[in-house]
């Protein structure tokens, strides 16, 4: 209850300070020559909503199980006046941060395992660049047009696809026991260590070259890809998986957002609000998960996806302006 | 016994950096942007002009407001705008200094394999963040 009381007050002390900013300090630049906007809206309504969005992205996000960075970019890219570019740059950072923040935790326990890691985040890094370098520089309307085939792609991943808890790796492949890809983990359910190893790693390294790809050129973050690679294709146990692909965005995704820094397309006014509306979002959401596991999210953020990833398709098909 | 499993080393270095520069860049992102907000320094686009901006392709964004790509922004830290990247490029690259962290303890332990994989991470990040990979426009 006192978190859900401090978050409530840190949103209030944000949105006042966006709403004090245009009256207290920015008298003098209003006063001046300032070039007319096209949009009658005020600037700080865009932050203040953004912050808002971000916020309830947040708990949605943790409640249904997926990334913030793949809710952010067809949401806020749909929706709000922001040119693409800048929404990609700003969900690879929202990403980025959220998998930094996780990643700590998540090693020192053991759950995320660097050993796996690393072999892959080189490869998905690497083609991260080579997605973010694509994705600046096509045109808005491509990247919409294949932004919405992705996020209906996703959708059908996340309705189809299986989960294995403790997938059956028999023997594992000469190249994973060439670079001792394997580990021990505490399960708490069952209240033993599972030893576990991995199988297929050739084809799995294989694959992430198009996740990184996917993850610079639209700045949606990849845990939707790399989970069910790493558990699915290469046999992680699942919590594992889960937890090495929240590390790894924090690897991949530093590549693919100095790709978007240094080329202009980060704006601090959407990226701060998004960042510190997601961050504090997850913290109530991690608290209201605690408490009840509501099924009915997830199928929310599933809706919530179609519709986002349809508007993107229809946006750069120029039928939804 | 459960529960009592140690990560490795190399893992525990990492997370201990990773947990340290995660939440420096935290602080310096909010500072930074109250100090934006606040108009402590005179930002190079005035806020009331923001929305003519954010709505174009970056490349138009670029040329209209002259603002030069790469690591400009360091020249340009007295406004308040350009600040905002001083937390932003920390955070982005709190990734390189925990692989450069672990790089030691990896060819210590005679793991030279991943010593060598940690080493091109580094240079493969260290290339993503110098500005030199320019994205062509549209």
């Given at each position: 209850?006192?978190?859900?009381?401090?978050?409530?007050?840190?949103?209030?002390?944000?949105?006042?300070f966006?709403?004090m900013a245009?009256?207290a300090v920015f008298a003098e630049e209003?006063?001046?020559?300032?070039?007319?906007?096209?949009?009658?809206?005020?600037?700080?309504?865009?932050?203040?909503?953004?912050?808002?969005?971000?916020?309830?992205?947040?708990?949605?996000?943790?409640?249904?199980?997926?990334?913030?960075?793949?809710?952010?970019?067809?949401?806020?890219?749909?929706?709000?006046?922001?040119?693409?570019?800048?929404?990609?740059?700003?969900?690879?950072?929202?990403?980025?941060?959220?998998?930094?923040?996780?990643?700590?935790?998540?090693?020192?326990?053991?759950?995320?395992?660097?050993?796996?890691?690393?072999?892959?985040?080189?490869?998905?890094?690497?083609?991260?660049?080579?997605?973010?370098?694509?994705?600046?520089?096509?045109?808005?309307?491509?990247?919409?047009?294949?932004?919405?085939?992705?996020?209906?792609?996703?959708?059908?991943?996340?309705?189809?696809?299986?989960?294995?808890?403790?997938?059956?790796?028999?023997?594992?492949?000469?190249?994973?026991?060439?670079?001792?890809?394997?580990?021990?983990?505490?399960?708490?359910?069952?209240?033993?260590?599972?030893?576990?190893?991995?199988?297929?790693?050739?084809?799995?390294?294989?694959?992430?070259?198009?996740?990184?790809?996917?993850?610079?050129?639209?700045?949606?973050?990849?845990?939707?890809?790399?989970?069910?690679?790493?558990?699915?294709?290469?046999?992680?146990?699942?919590?594992?998986?889960?937890?090495?692909?929240?590390?790894?965005?924090?690897?991949?995704?530093?590549?693919?957002?100095?790709?978007?820094?240094?080329?202009?397309?980060?704006?601090?006014?959407?990226?701060?609000?998004?960042?510190?509306?997601?961050?504090?979002?997850?913290?109530?959401?991690?608290?209201?998960?605690?408490?009840?596991?509501?099924?009915?999210?997830?199928?929310?953020?599933?809706?919530?996806?179609?519709?986002?990833?349809?508007?993107?398709?229809?946006?750069?098909?120029?039928?939804?302006? | 016994?459960?529960?009592?499993?140690?990560?490795?080393?190399?893992?525990?270095?990492?997370?201990?950096?990773?947990?340290?520069?995660?939440?420096?860049?935290?602080?310096?992102?909010?500072i930074t942007f109250v100090i934006y907000l606040l108009g402590a320094l005179t930002p190079?686009?005035?806020v009331?002009?923001?929305?003519?901006?954010?709505?174009?392709?970056?490349?138009?964004?670029?040329?209209?407001?002259?603002?030069?790509?790469?690591?400009?922004?360091?020249?340009?830290l007295g406004k308040g705008d350009f600040l905002n990247?001083?937390?932003?490029?920390?955070?982005?690259?709190?990734?390189?200094?925990?692989?450069?962290?672990?790089?030691?303890?990896?060819?210590?332990?005679?793991?030279?394999?991943?010593?060598?994989?940690?080493?091109?991470?580094?240079?493969?990040?260290?290339?993503?963040?110098?500005?030199?990979?320019?994205?062509?426009?549209?």
């Open positions: 209850m006192r978190l859900i009381i401090s978050v409530g007050m840190i949103l209030m002390l944000i949105s006042g966006l709403l245009p009256g209003a006063a001046a020559a300032t070039v007319q906007a096209e949009s009658t809206t005020p600037w700080w309504v865009w932050p203040l909503v953004l912050f808002v969005v971000t916020f309830v992205l947040g708990i949605v996000a943790v409640l249904g199980g997926v990334g913030g960075g793949v809710l952010f970019v067809p949401i806020i890219g749909g929706f709000f006046p922001f040119h693409i570019d800048f929404v990609r740059g700003a969900g690879l950072l929202v990403a980025l941060a959220g998998a930094l923040a996780a990643g700590p935790g998540l090693l020192k326990k053991g759950m995320a395992d660097l050993r796996l890691a690393l072999p892959v985040a080189l490869i998905a890094s690497s083609c991260a660049i080579v997605g973010a370098m694509i994705g600046l520089a096509l045109p808005a309307k491509v990247v919409n047009i294949a932004l919405g085939g992705t996020i209906l792609g996703i959708v059908a991943i996340m309705l189809m696809a299986k989960k294995s808890e403790f997938p059956e790796v028999q023997k594992p492949d000469n190249l994973s026991s060439a670079l001792r890809i394997s580990g021990v983990y505490y399960e708490p359910s069952l209240g033993e260590n599972i030893n576990w190893q991995i199988h297929r790693t050739p084809q799995g390294l294989a694959t992430f070259i198009v996740i990184g790809v996917m993850a610079g050129m639209f700045g949606l973050g990849a845990g939707w890809a790399n989970v069910p690679v790493l558990n699915l294709m290469m046999g992680a146990p699942l919590k594992v998986s889960v937890a090495t692909s929240k590390f790894l965005l924090s690897i991949t995704d530093t590549s693919a957002a100095w790709i978007y820094v240094n080329n202009g397309a980060v704006l601090p006014m959407m990226v701060v609000p998004s960042i510190i509306g997601i961050m504090l979002g997850s913290i109530v959401g991690v608290r209201i998960l605690a408490k009840t596991k509501p099924a009915a999210i997830r199928y929310m953020v599933i809706g919530l996806l179609l519709f986002a990833g349809l508007r993107a398709l229809l946006k750069g098909l120029g039928i939804w302006n | 016994m459960g529960g009592k499993l140690k990560a490795t080393e190399e893992q525990l270095a990492y997370a201990k950096l990773l947990d340290v520069g995660m939440k420096v860049g935290l602080i310096m992102l909010v190079h686009i005035p009331n002009d923001l929305p003519k901006y954010w709505s174009m392709p970056v490349n138009e964004y670029l040329k209209a407001t002259d603002i030069h790509t790469g690591w400009s922004w360091l020249y340009q990247f001083v937390g932003i490029a920390f955070l982005s690259g709190v990734t390189i200094l925990c692989y450069m962290r672990i790089i030691p303890i990896l060819f210590r332990k005679k793991d030279t394999v991943y010593g060598i994989l940690a080493v091109i991470e580094v240079l493969v990040l260290v290339l993503a963040a110098s500005g030199i990979l320019k994205a062509g426009g549209h």
